[in-house]
């Protein structure tokens, strides 16, 4: 498969996933939240200061349907941190110099230097 | 599993945030050297396909639920310090635009799911890689044992935290019993979900697979002939 097709295809499934999947997630609270719940730490909760954005919650402000309003939501995050995440990385990658080409992976991979 | 305002005090949070800008900027370095022309679009996409897979929450019983949080997938797909940058990108955006997760709590959040996260998941993937026959097959099996492992690791790192500067006085082994015990199940989804990912990019593509990477240079090259009138079709 080409790089392009495949990235392609990743960028629909993702989209597929955050536009209309995401409709049919639990809204039970998660593993966190729950045990704040039953442990009694979720009332020191505070107010998000980012309450009031176009797209708190995971709803589009201004759209009255519920299920475009978060399917909406989630095609928004999804481009954004696409454009994001995706500009940081061809940023700060190596560039390809003319001295030396290797196109085949490199030996110089940080593995477990972490 | 996003943390926000209001759990841990001012101290921990800064001290998190502290922690977070450090390894922001580690792997702004790091990533230099995972990162060139063809996987640099492989971490744009894993990032927002992280940010997709974690608004499906699961079930996992009792009015709970779970979602992925994709630090081990994400170390492997593109790299630990790669990872980390996916994540951290997630994570702003989640808080910022979203109101998921909070905003003085970021750091606390980029310490546990990215850091702690994506940091275990490659540690234990690393280490489960050397112990297996190298073979790109297991690859995926191997990304769905630490990301088994990623989410209990993080869970026990927020307790850690929440010990030192939780708001609220809540006993220590209940809360450690209890957070390990629902992130315990949630993190078999994470098992899976990891698993099944990793294994679709490594069936069409496991030169992009950074975690691949040490198996398939241990593959030996085979000399293929190839017919004069199907040269064409290779490129």
Redesign the interface.
Same mark, same amino acid.
């Given at each position: 498969?080409r !790089?392009r097709t495949?990235?392609l295809v990743?960028?629909l499934?993702?989209?597929v996933?955050?536009g209309v999947?995401?409709l049919y997630?639990?809204?039970?609270?998660? &593993?966190?939240n729950?045990?704040?719940g039953?442990? &009694?730490?979720s009332?020191?909760? !505070?107010?998000?200061?980012?309450?009031d954005?176009p797209?708190?919650?995971?709803t589009t402000r201004g759209v009255d349907d519920g299920r475009l309003s978060g399917g909406l939501? &989630?095609i928004?995050? !999804?481009?954004?941190?696409?454009?994001?995440?995706?500009?940081?990385?061809?940023g700060?990658?190596?560039r390809?110099s003319g001295e030396s080409r290797d196109d085949s992976?490199d030996e110089? !991979?940080?593995? &477990?230097?972490? | 599993? %996003?943390? #926000?305002?209001? @759990?841990l005090d001012a101290g921990t949070s800064v001290a998190t945030g502290a922690v977070a800008v450090v390894g922001v900027g580690l792997a702004?370095r790091? $990533?230099?050297?995972?990162?060139?022309?063809?996987? =640099?679009?492989? =971490?744009?996409?894993?990032? $927002? @396909?992280? @940010?997709?897979?974690q608004?499906?929450?699961?079930?996992?019983g009792a009015?709970?639920?779970? %979602?992925l949080l994709g630090g081990a997938l994400a170390a492997v797909l593109?790299?630990?310090?790669?990872g980390l940058?996916?994540l951290s990108?997630?994570l702003?955006?989640?808080?910022?635009? @979203? =109101?998921?997760g909070?905003?003085t709590a970021l750091g606390t959040n980029i310490t546990l799911m990215g850091i702690v996260g994506v940091?275990v998941g490659?540690?234990v993937f690393?280490l489960v890689q050397r112990l297996l026959p190298k073979r790109v097959g297991l690859v995926p099996v191997t990304a769905a044992v630490a990301a088994l492992v990623t989410v209990p690791t993080a =869970?026990l790192a927020?307790v850690g935290l929440?010990a030192v500067g939780?708001?609220?006085p809540? #006993?220590l082994g209940?809360?450690t019993a209890?957070?390990l015990g629902? %992130?315990a199940v949630?993190g078999i989804g994470e098992a899976v979900i990891t698993g099944l990912v990793v294994a679709s990019?490594v069936a069409?593509?496991p030169?992009?697979v %950074?975690g691949a990477?040490?198996v398939?240079?241990a593959r030996p090259l085979e000399v293929r002939t190839v017919p004069a009138q199907s040269r064409e079709v290779s490129s």
């Open positions: 498969m !790089t495949l990235l990743g960028l499934v993702a989209l996933l955050a999947v995401s997630a639990s809204s039970e609270p998660d &593993g966190l729950r045990v704040a039953d442990q &009694g730490f009332r020191t909760e !505070t107010d998000h200061r980012a309450a954005g797209f708190a919650g995971y939501a &989630g928004v995050g !999804t481009v954004v941190v696409l454009a994001l995440a995706g500009g940081l990385a061809w700060v990658r190596r390809a992976s110089r !991979t940080p593995a &477990g230097k972490a | 599993m %996003h943390v #926000p305002d209001g @759990f702004l790091g $990533a230099r050297r995972e990162l060139d022309d063809r996987t =640099a679009p492989m =971490a744009g996409l894993t990032a $927002a @396909f992280v @940010f997709a897979a608004m499906l929450n699961f079930p996992v009015g709970t639920s779970g %979602h593109v790299g630990p310090w790669t940058l996916c990108v997630v702003l955006v989640q808080s910022l635009l @979203f =109101a998921d909070g905003v940091g490659w540690l690393s =869970a927020f929440y939780g708001q609220a809540v #006993p209940a809360l209890t957070m629902w %992130h949630i990019v069409v593509r030169d992009l %950074h990477r040490r398939m240079a």
